[in-house]
């Protein structure tokens, strides 16, 4: 059974960082994509912030780019999600999620944390 922990969330100022983990289980994380997404208050999930790809490749939207990296250990069965220069509007609720596909479409993702609250505020 696939299963995905994440942890790493918390209050932080904006201009701070912080880095979420995802702890993997039942399944050999080297061959699944890893998406991070993010919902926030209000509003409904968006698609992948980050996206650390089966195949090696790594992908930020633009919204976070050059802010935010996703990175793996498949050795740790863990991926990361790097989180720089944090703004307001980066609050949200962010969650991981695996697929098998190397670059999924949303629906493809098979499995989903519960997710860790992020809040950026002064």
């Known amino acids: 059974q696939l299963q995905l922990v994440e942890s790493g969330g918390g209050l932080v100022q904006p201009g701070g960082s912080l880095r979420l983990s995802c702890a993997t289980s039942?399944?050999?994380?080297?061959?699944?994509?890893i998406g991070w997404f993010r919902q926030a208050p209000g509003k409904e999930r968006e698609g992948p912030s980050c996206i650390s790809s089966s195949d090696g490749s790594t992908y930020c939207a633009d919204s976070v780019k050059g802010r935010f990296t996703v990175s793996r250990d498949n050795a740790k069965n863990t991926v990361y999600l790097q989180m720089d220069s944090l703004k307001p509007e980066d609050t949200a609720v962010y969650y991981c999620?695996?697929?098998?596909?190397?670059?999924?479409?949303?629906?493809?993702?098979?499995?989903w944390g519960q997710g860790t609250q992020v809040t950026v505020s002064s």
């Open positions: 999620a695996a697929s098998w596909y190397s670059d999924p479409r949303e629906y493809e993702y098979d499995a």
């Open positions: 039942g399944f050999t994380l080297a061959s699944y994509t």
